[in-house]
């Protein structure tokens, strides 16, 4: 694998960054219009997609990989580095490589409730991941999962003191599953974990099998939608 190279200022464009493709049970998951629960409650960690880039990251990381680095410094991320790391999930049939880099997910036509998440990406012990890759996905404000294009999905590198930002909207809850958004996050030359992020004081997270707590972003209400954080820890040892 091609050594990775720290970034530097950003480009004005990237192609995107291919992550490996997902399991044989999403690559055998056919196309579906309406989204159904991702996977069945309690899911063994086995289950849990990793997946390797198939390049190395880019010589720089994209200024807009942290559209909104200081829009909740009044909120703290959760969970604080040095614990362990940020608990593994599965991809679920929806995810789709290969998407494109942008830190907005938003696009003409699409409704929903406005969500901005910034965080941090760090390793157990406390040090940012500078140039991390984060590819995120999740459902319209109606359920529904484009799975023919890239609708709600879109990947980004955390810049030199490990920040994202990523400006997209409040996924649906669905039958089967809570408000959640999917996202994989790879230290350079590492794996690439899936883990999913959760709302607090959503009634669904009750009776939701796949759930936890420990995933739940710190989120704030605004005139102009919702903000929340999360920092994720990656274990680097």
Avoid at 106 to 114: D, H, L
Avoid at 120 to 138: E, M, N, R
Avoid at 212 to 226: N, Q
Wanted: with cysteine.
């Amino acid at each position: 694998m091609p050594a990775f190279a720290a970034p530097s200022p950003a480009p004005t464009s990237e192609a995107p960054r291919p992550l490996t493709p997902s399991p044989a049970a999403e690559r055998a998951a056919p196309p579906r219009a309406v989204a159904a629960a991702d996977s069945p409650a309690g899911t063994p960690a086995s289950a849990v997609a990793h997946a390797t880039t198939t390049v190395a990251p880019p010589q720089s990381s994209p200024t807009s990989s942290a559209p909104a680095a200081t829009a909740v410094a009044s909120l703290v991320p959760t969970p604080a580095c040095g614990d362990e790391p940020t608990l593994p999930q599965t991809a679920g049939p929806f995810y789709t490589p290969n998407s494109p880099q942008r830190a907005s997910l938003r696009e003409p036509g699409i409704a929903g409730v406005p969500l901005t998440v910034t965080g941090l990406v760090v390793s157990t012990t406390c040090q940012p991941v500078a140039g991390a890759l984060l590819d995120f996905w999740h459902c319209d404000s109606a359920g529904v999962y484009d799975n023919t294009g890239y609708r709600l999905r879109g990947h980004q590198f955390a810049d030199g003191q490990g920040r994202l930002g990523l400006e997209t909207i409040v996924p649906a809850v669905y039958p089967g599953h809570t408000s959640h958004i999917h996202g994989k996050v790879q230290a350079p030359n590492r794996p690439a974990p899936t883990t999913q992020l959760y709302f607090p004081d959503e009634p669904a997270n009750r009776t939701d099998g796949i759930f936890r707590a420990a995933l739940v972003m710190a989120v704030e209400d605004r005139a102009d939608g919702k903000y929340g954080t999360f920092t994720f820890v990656l274990d680097l040892a």
